[in-house]
Nanobody
């Protein structure tokens, strides 16, 4: 099992930036693919960024079209931390953002562990 603790959420104006952090403990972080999801009120949870484990494919990331070019996921295995840099934020990015870990080195199926979430609110 992996414990995940997110931080960095908050209130920002449209066009602004935020960086979310997620510190992991427990299972070997460097062997786990990681992801960020978000859930807006009344909507289903959706993935916004994924990153594979370093030992499988260095820096392999993926994004949906809704955030591509604006969001960047990265990881620091020495710090057991995954980041989500969010630029050019839009009101529609408002949601609770969740960090998630996979048991596999690549994104495969559903995450095995979730953080508690951090609120991101973008004002227009």
């Amino acid at each position: 099992q992996v414990q995940l603790v997110e931080s960095g959420g908050g209130l920002v104006e449209a066009g602004g930036s935020l960086r979310l952090s997620c510190v992991a403990s427990g299972r070997t972080f460097s062997s786990s693919a990681m992801a960020w999801f978000r859930q807006a009120p009344g909507k289903e949870r959706e993935v916004v960024a994924t990153i594979t484990a370093r030992t499988w494919a260095v820096g392999s990331t993926a994004y949906p079209d809704s955030v591509k070019g604006r969001f960047t996921i990265s990881r620091d295995n020495a710090k057991n931390t995954v980041y989500l840099q969010m630029n050019s934020l839009k009101p529609e990015d408002t949601a609770v953002y969740y960090c998630a870990a996979f048991r596999t080195r690549v994104v495969d199926g559903s995450p095995s562990d979730w953080g508690q979430g951090t609120q991101v609110t973008v004002s227009s």
